[in-house]
């Protein structure tokens, strides 16, 4: 895009599009402007100056509105401003537009001479995913799929996401089905009881070191909350099935680089060795159930092929064609170029995860046409 010459692109009317998201996205780092994706805002601002469109619609995440406490959006909105646009904005649900998927993305309009309000859009009752999901399809038959199934009953995994993190009833960890090996119940309570304390400051400072959110815990502090016979042999054995990780805890190093401070953490080889949750969950097959009762999650490029999906009594994962169907596209909008093999469908969910609400952008661009048609000349 940087590449283009103006002079190349026909005249038109209405730009329609976007900024790479990841600069200010929470999946991504959120460097904004100091990304040079996200710099890509202002070739869009060059295409505008030099073509003159009568308007635009932007889309962007929502965490645009909140980078830089605010600034790289009101820069944003100057630029199209100074360029004689009036200019509108508004961070829309695609749930709210009968879509049974919550994305909240910020949409910028702007039109010439002309202005236009997004706040007189209208919102509808939304969906549930159980509308728009399709059954009676293969499911998977793996060692992960069946030993979820031989612990939990299907109807307990609607919406529940699969990661070692924290996540309360939300979450299923990986112990609770046995996915490295068996556990009993008391250490599925110490694990569970380990998670809430390694994340408590006090025993930071026991040690003297700045406070990171997931200490590793000794055994004696550890015997200060969870009382126990053998729970040297509880812990060993965690650690042998890769729940559990035996490690130094880390310290906070600050590094002064060209003039910036530079933080990071590191193994702190003086301090005593302590038990660590070992989290994660892009290693898992799924990331998450999807819940037929209620909205799917935002469907983002990176994890979207690890959404699972109930269908009977097993589970498979989510379809290119209910993929589809969550952003809005028309039953005869096809990705089945897309499903020949393995790789190709992983390109299908790329794009799926990058595209855009397609009852959102229909609502917002009548909404514009009906104000341009207003400030057009009626012929004699």
Not at 113 to 124: F, M, R, S, V, W
Not at 305 to 326: A, F, H, N, P, S
């Amino acid at each position: 895009m940087t590449r283009v010459d103006v002079q190349d692109i026909p005249d038109f009317d209405f730009l329609l599009g976007g900024f790479p998201c990841q600069a200010f996205s929470s999946a991504g780092n959120r460097d904004g402007f100091c990304d040079t994706r996200g710099t890509l805002f202002f070739e869009i601002e060059r295409i505008l100056e030099a073509k003159r469109p009568q308007g635009f619609i932007l889309e962007n995440v929502e965490g645009l509105v909140t980078h830089d406490k605010g600034r790289t959006l009101e820069v944003i909105l100057q630029s199209l401003h100074h360029l004689g646009y009036q200019v509108d904005w508004k961070v829309i649900d695609s749930k709210e537009f009968t879509l049974p998927q919550s994305r909240k993305r910020i949409y910028i309009v702007g039109l010439l001479d002309q202005g236009i309000n997004l706040q007189t859009l209208p919102t509808y009752t939304s969906k549930v995913f159980g509308h728009i999901q399709e059954h009676g399809l293969e499911t998977i038959h793996s060692t992960f799929t069946a030993k979820l199934l031989s612990h939990l009953p299907v109807e307990s995994l609607y919406g529940k996401a699969i990661k070692d993190k924290r996540g309360g009833d939300n979450n299923i960890h990986s112990w609770e089905f046995g996915l490295k090996g068996e556990v009993s119940e008391t250490q599925k309570q110490l694990l569970k009881q380990l998670f809430k304390e390694r994340r408590k400051k006090h025993w930071a400072e026991k040690i003297g070191i700045t406070w990171m959110d997931g200490m590793p815990l000794t055994l004696q502090q550890i015997e200060t909350f969870f009382e126990v016979e053998n729970l040297q042999e509880l812990l060993d054995d965690l650690v042998a099935k890769g729940y559990l990780k035996f490690e130094h805890p880390k310290e906070k190093i600050e590094k002064n680089i060209n003039g910036s401070t530079i933080s990071r953490r590191e193994y702190a080889i003086d301090k005593p060795k302590g038990y660590n949750i070992v989290t994660g969950k892009l290693s898992f097959e799924f990331s998450k159930i999807l819940d037929p009762n209620g909205l799917a999650p935002t469907l983002v490029a990176s994890d979207v092929e690890k959404l699972g999906v109930v269908d009977g009594q097993g589970i498979r994962k989510l379809t290119l064609r209910e993929g589809l169907r969550l952003f809005g596209y028309p039953e005869e909008y096809s990705l089945e170029i897309f499903e020949s093999t393995p790789t190709r469908k992983r390109k299908g969910f790329d794009l799926l995860g990058n595209t855009v609400a397609v009852p959102v952008i229909k609502e917002i661009a009548q909404l514009l046409a009906k104000a341009y048609a207003k400030e057009m000349p009626v012929a004699a």
